[in-house]
C-alpha cells in the first residue's frame, strides 16, 4: 500500500488532509500526519520518579534486544519484572525505539 511504499523509500509517513480544505499555517485538526508503528515487548525493571513527584513520570524498561530506555504511560502500580507490549516509531542511531508508547501488560 502507499504506507508501506512510503516507507520502503525512505519516507517518515504521510499527510492526509480533507480535500474541502486550503493550506492553513500552524497545526489544524484538519491534518493528520500518519508515521508506520511497530510493536514489540519489554520487561519492566523500575519506576522512574520525576522531581518532587510521588507517582512514577516512567518506567524503565530492558527490550528483548538488552537495550534500557524509559517508556512513559504505564500504569503506575505496574510490577517490576512485568512483561509490556509498546509501540514505537522506527530507531534511533544508537538502537533505541523512537518515541516508544505503553500499549499494554503482555
Known amino acids: 500500500g502507499i504506507m508501506t511504499n512510503t516507507a520502503s523509500t525512505g519516507g517518515e509517513g504521510i499527510v492526509v488532509r480533507r480535500p474541502?480544505?486550503?493550506y492553513t499555517n500552524g497545526r489544524t485538526l484538519d491534518v493528520l500526519k500518519l508515521k508506520p508503528w511497530q510493536d514489540t515487548e519489554a520487561t519492566?525493571?523500575?519506576?522512574?520518579?520525576?522531581?518532587?513527584?510521588?507517582?512514577?513520570?516512567?518506567?524503565?524498561?530492558r527490550s528483548d534486544d538488552g537495550l534500557e530506555f524509559k517508556l512513559r504511560g504505564c500504569p503506575e502500580d505496574i510490577a517490576?519484572?512485568?512483561?509490556?507490549?509498546?509501540?514505537?516509531?522506527?530507531?534511533?542511531a544508537d538502537g533505541l525505539p523512537k518515541h516508544p508508547q505503553f500499549m499494554r501488560v503482555a
Open 20 to 22: 474541502d480544505v486550503g
Open 44 to 61: 519492566i525493571i523500575k519506576p522512574v520518579f520525576g522531581t518532587y513527584v510521588t507517582i512514577p513520570s516512567s518506567h524503565l524498561v
Open 80 to 92: 517490576e519484572g512485568a512483561r509490556v507490549t509498546f509501540k514505537f516509531c522506527g530507531r534511533r
